[in-house]
């Protein structure tokens, strides 16, 4: 999943992502904002794995490659 971020002109970050319909969120720093999106992600798709007969997502390993895309 891709999360776009950008910082708004009253100074806190927002991330939303074309891949999760509805994840939208708000942080005072970057860090914040992206564990702000991991939660809701989280409960997105967990919501969406019930409404559609219990799909898991698939373990995370060792190591992964975490896109991040900030706008400066």
């Known amino acids: 999943m891709n ?3 950008e910082k708004l002109p009253e100074g806190v970050y927002l991330a939303t ?3 999760i319909q509805g994840l939208v969120a708000q942080g005072r720093t970057i860090q914040e904002t992206l564990e ?3 939660d809701v992600a989280r ?3 967990e919501a969406q794995s019930e409404r559609e007969g ?3 997502l698939p373990s995370a ?3 992964f490659d975490y896109p991040l895309i900030v706008n400066a």
Do not use: V, Y
């Open 3 to 5: 999360l776009h971020i």
């Open 54 to 56: 219990g799909q898991t």
């Open 43 to 45: 409960k997105l798709l």
């Open 61 to 63: 390993g060792d190591a």
């Open 36 to 38: 702000i999106a991991r």
């Open 17 to 19: 992502s074309d891949e």
